[in-house]
């Protein structure tokens, strides 16, 4: 019988909820074989709290656990770190750990270590805030967050009432120590407990907790909250003066830091082969909430120092190491809609819009379904719940349907054959040898506009001043229509725009005027062709060192570059071959000028790293990394002992004193543009 106020829907799925969580309970506490996990289970029962709580008399006898979140206050100095921060790629099963130690050995034997035999330094990831911290002859200066990895902030202050943090060192050493700050459960409780008495809204989790606790004005809340901290590494050491010997190995840094005073984390151990890591990752999986702090996967490092030199770094994560994640976090919600995006290549995608829910800490309500594929393996339908999962920092995605509680009318999804942003008849294709559906038309106006914004954008045209509105604008006006057209604008033509004046009109034109001389990947990558992205356009710019070149490869030719797979070279091989796209390109080499690769200057500097510092009088910071990129060389934004070159202009500041302590070769202005000249020249 219906209840009064209560729709027979929502008594449905009080019902259909009741029955499920239930059989979840009883197979996890009576059977020992949960089907679910406890981050789904425990939001289904969050979702019958909601309901029972609009319907008191019918949930008479529940209460699920309330989970809210609190914002913590992040209005700090900001300060550049003096050795760039890093964040460790993740594995999520024993085959990709597997991959990993295969390229491992495959850097290390290209690295000239004949007969590569690492060992590894297995610790828990400790689910809190990192914390670096610097002392200078053994004596506490500065704390800093992470941020993102080239500055963070000034939490010294609060950093100070961590009693596992020496303000004064045993050794009269200078460091640069990493930690994990972390909130022990039973405070988190406490804290909780207390904030709920006050009526403040409590924390989500021990790690917004930690975070919140350490990133506080006033040190005594701080000091209050009991955090903890574990150190597990050395970023810089100087031992000069000392009878310190710097460490070897992982293992020694970790015997180091304990030896000066700063808490360790007691449970690492030295793994002599990869069994051995899984073994201790098994061992620590069904135990990880038994520790009093958090922890969401281990970390497996490269226990010698010298391997970890010779593995280095990719753009944003060491090779040297790996976070091998516990299982993912989970949470159910509702799929409410599915919406088709249509994207610059014509590329259909298919997302699901769901009920808000908060995962890992980010409130979600998209998820992209990828494609037509994806959605018959999963039979998800609009109106199913559906647990999400978001693994490591990956974009969350939809793992599984929760069929018992599939409403009763729902239909399968039926792919249409027709998106009216397309363009034309509004068709769609299946592309050959894919999953994905593209526009058949290739002239709608939605993708018009997007190609048009990407062209100007930073990663191709890099038109200053000349965002999506003004494009827009532009299109509206009808005073462009192709990307030719962009550099055929008159002053009257942009003062004709709505809300433009002189000076603004005359800080575009000038862009456009700066953009018009463009390197070849950029060009390439400006034409919004499938599958050509940043790094292929400049493994393809540099292989071929011509436009010219490219257009007249062939498909064996393109297949045949290093890190070009058959997609992409099939791609840009179909799309240098269709009529409409050559006119168009040919309409905009009239008004820019390509620069090419040259061979002898791609290899000067090929694998060295430059830093740069202070003000130069010649030329821009922008302009003098752009000259050593061209000649093959990376720029980093930080001092490390991988540092081939810092170039230091005026008021070069504590970079140089760390480049120093390093024994980095440091450049005056004269001396780098000498350099520049002998490497043009050579």
């Given at each position: 019988m219906k209840q009064k106020g209560v729709s027979k829907e929502v008594l449905m799925r009080m019902q259909a909820l009741r029955a499920l969580i239930e059989y979840h309970r009883a197979l996890y506490h009576e059977k020992d074989a949960p089907e679910i996990t406890?981050?789904?289970?425990?939001?289904?029962?969050?979702?019958?709290?909601?309901?029972?709580?609009?319907?008191?008399?019918?949930?008479?006898?529940?209460?699920?656990?309330d989970v809210i979140g609190g914002a913590p206050s992040?209005?700090?100095?900001?300060?550049?770190?003096?050795?760039?921060?890093?964040?460790?790629?993740?594995?999520?099963?024993?085959?990709?750990?597997?991959?990993?130690?295969?390229?491992?050995?495959?850097?290390?034997?290209?690295?000239?270590?004949?007969?590569?035999?690492?060992?590894?330094?297995?610790?828990?990831?400790?689910?809190?805030?990192?914390?670096?911290?610097?002392?200078?002859?053994?004596?506490?200066?500065?704390?800093?967050?992470?941020?993102?990895?080239?500055?963070?902030?000034?939490?010294?202050?609060?950093?100070?009432?961590?009693?596992?943090?020496?303000?004064?060192?045993?050794?009269?050493?200078?460091?640069?120590?990493?930690?994990?700050?972390?909130?022990?459960?039973?405070?988190?409780?406490?804290?909780?407990?207390?904030?709920?008495?006050?009526?403040?809204?409590?924390?989500?989790?021990?790690?917004?907790?930690?975070?919140?606790?350490?990133?506080?004005?006033?040190?005594?809340?701080?000091?209050?909250?009991?955090?903890?901290?574990?150190?597990?590494?050395?970023?810089?050491?100087?031992?000069?003066?000392?009878?310190?010997?710097?460490?070897?190995?992982?293992?020694?840094?970790?015997?180091?830091?304990?030896?000066?005073?700063?808490?360790?984390?007691?449970?690492?151990?030295?793994?002599?082969?990869?069994?051995?890591?899984?073994?201790?990752?098994?061992?620590?999986?069904?135990?990880?909430?038994?520790?009093?702090?958090?922890?969401?996967?281990?970390?497996?490092?490269?226990?010698?120092?010298?391997?970890?030199?010779?593995?280095?770094?990719?753009?944003?994560a060491p090779r040297f190491g790996i976070a091998f994640k516990f299982p993912a976090e989970q949470a159910t919600t509702i799929v409410e809609d599915i919406v088709l995006q249509v994207g610059r290549t014509g590329v259909?995608?298919?997302?699901?819009?769901?009920?808000?829910?908060?995962?890992?800490?980010?409130?979600?309500?998209?998820?992209?379904?990828?494609?037509?594929?994806?959605?018959?393996?999963?039979?998800?339908?609009?109106?199913?719940t559906v647990i999400m999962q978001k693994a490591g920092d990956v974009i969350p995605e939809i793992v599984q349907v929760v069929l018992e509680l599939r409403p009763q009318k729902t239909k399968p999804y039926v792919f249409p054959r027709k998106v009216p942003e397309c363009g034309g008849d509004g068709a769609i294709e299946r592309v050959?040898?894919?999953?994905?559906?593209?526009?058949?038309?290739?002239?709608?106006?939605t993708l018009h506009r997007a190609r048009l914004y990407y062209f100007v954008g930073k990663h191709a045209f890099n038109i200053d001043g000349m965002g999506e509105k003004i494009v827009d604008a532009l299109l509206d006006a009808q005073?462009?229509?192709?990307?030719?057209?962009?550099?055929?604008?008159?002053?009257?033509?942009?003062?004709?725009?709505?809300?433009?004046?002189?000076?603004?009109?005359?800080?575009?034109?000038?862009?456009?005027?700066?953009?018009?001389?463009?390197?070849?990947?950029?060009?390439?990558?400006?034409?919004?062709?499938?599958?050509?992205?940043?790094?292929?356009?400049?493994?393809?710019?540099?292989?071929?060192?011509?436009?010219a070149a490219i257009r007249t490869a062939t498909l064996d030719q393109l297949e045949a570059i290093h890190g070009i797979g058959s997609v992409v070279a099939h791609s840009l091989y179909v799309w240098m071959r269709t009529k409409d796209h050559m006119e168009e390109l040919d309409r905009l080499l009239a008004h820019v000028t390509i620069v090419n690769p040259e061979e002898k200057e791609e290899q000067a500097f090929l694998g060295q790293i430059f830093v740069f510092t202070g003000t130069l009088a010649t030329l821009s910071r922008d302009e003098a990394s752009e000259r050593v990129r061209d000649l093959g060389a990376h720029v980093a934004s930080s001092v490390s002992k991988k540092t081939t070159y810092l170039v230091a202009g005026v008021e070069a500041g504590s970079k140089k004193e760390l480049a120093e302590s390093l024994g980095v070769q440091i450049l005056n202005e004269e001396q780098f543009l000498a350099l520049l000249s002998r490497a043009t020249e050579g």
């Open positions: 406890d981050e789904a289970y425990d939001s289904l029962v969050s979702e019958l709290q909601n309901l029972e709580e609009m319907s008191p008399s019918i949930g008479e006898g529940v209460s699920p656990r992040d209005a700090f100095k900001k300060v550049k770190h003096s050795v760039r921060q890093w964040s460790f790629d993740n594995v999520f099963d024993e085959a990709e750990l597997s991959l990993w130690s295969d390229r491992v050995h495959k850097l290390l034997a290209g690295g000239g270590v004949s007969k590569p035999a690492p060992t590894y330094v297995a610790e828990h990831k400790i689910d809190g805030l990192k914390v670096v911290v610097v002392y200078e002859k053994g004596v506490l200066v500065r704390a800093l967050t992470r941020g993102d990895g080239i500055t963070g902030e000034d939490i010294t202050h609060t950093v100070r009432t961590i009693k596992d943090v020496p303000h004064v060192l045993k050794e009269q050493i200078s460091l640069i120590a990493v930690g994990e700050a972390w909130l022990p459960h039973k405070e988190f409780v406490r804290i909780n407990a207390l904030r709920e008495k006050k009526g403040e809204p409590v924390f989500a989790n021990p790690r917004n907790a930690a975070a919140g606790s350490v990133r506080q004005l006033d040190p005594e809340i701080t000091r209050e909250r009991n955090i903890r901290m574990f150190f597990y590494d050395i970023d810089f050491i100087d031992v000069v003066n000392t009878d310190v010997l710097s460490p070897d190995t992982q293992e020694d840094e970790l015997a180091l830091l304990k030896k000066v005073g700063c808490t360790v984390n007691p449970h690492f151990a030295v793994c002599r082969t990869l069994s051995d890591v899984v073994a201790y990752y098994t061992k620590w999986t069904p135990k990880k909430d038994a520790e009093q702090y958090g922890m969401d996967g281990v970390v497996v490092k490269i226990n010698e120092i010298s391997y970890q030199r010779i593995l280095g770094y990719t753009a944003k259909v995608t298919p997302v699901a819009h769901l009920r808000p829910v908060r995962i890992a800490g980010s409130l979600v309500s998209r998820a992209t379904l990828h494609n037509e594929d994806q959605i018959k393996r999963l039979d998800v339908r609009v109106g199913d050959v040898g894919e999953s994905a559906y593209r526009c058949v038309a290739k002239n709608s106006d005073l462009i229509n192709s990307y030719a057209d962009i550099f055929t604008l008159a002053r009257g033509d942009v003062l004709a725009l709505p809300h433009f004046k002189d000076t603004a009109a005359d800080n575009l034109l000038t862009s456009i005027e700066r953009a018009r001389t463009v390197p070849l990947e950029r060009l390439l990558i400006s034409l919004s062709i499938a599958h050509i992205g940043n790094e292929t356009a400049r493994l393809i710019a540099r292989h071929f060192k011509s436009l």
